[in-house]
């Protein structure tokens, strides 16, 4: 992989949690125009490669448009705890070997979501991680 790949080139500004959970994408038919439309929507299930406060790097079986903004709804299996959250689509490679893509997704703040209990969530899966207690992790 090149230096301007993706998947190598570490963009983000806070930590990262290796973490494997299941997610799953709505993602709304071309015309649909908005998530009022359900009868448009289709459900794609992924599973998460990382996380952060504010991002998620997923594998998913479908290509997705750079740039377009989708509901997702991420279930933590360890805990059961579910999440409803808002994300970018800011880049996406096609996995070697392997049929489907990386996707890195960009969070939304918004008050339709549950944003505020996803970041509590990723700063205790910092905690859970064993990170040590000198790293800050104010940023998630």
């Not at 230096?3 to 500004?13: F, H, K, T």
């Not at 392997?98 to 960009?106: E, I, R, S, Y």
Request: aromatic fraction near 6%; glycine fraction near 10%.
């Amino acid at each position: 992989m090149s230096v301007n790949d993706p998947i190598d080139n570490n963009q983000r500004s806070e930590l990262r949690v290796p973490h494997n959970e299941t997610l799953y994408v709505e993602i709304y038919g071309v015309g649909a125009g908005t998530p009022d439309d359900a009868l448009s929507a289709t459900l794609c299930a992924s599973e998460t490669v990382d996380v952060s406060a504010n991002g998620l790097q997923v594998k998913i079986k479908d290509a997705m448009q750079s740039g377009t903004i989708h509901r997702l709804g991420v279930i933590r299996e360890k805990t059961g705890e579910r999440f409803v959250l808002m994300g970018e689509v800011k880049w996406q490679k096609r996995l070697p070997g392997q049929a489907g893509f990386m996707t890195g997704l960009l969070l939304y703040e918004s008050d339709e979501t549950s944003i505020a209990e996803w970041k509590r969530a990723v700063a205790d899966m910092l905690s859970d991680d064993g990170f040590p207690d000198g790293v800050d992790k104010t940023c998630c």
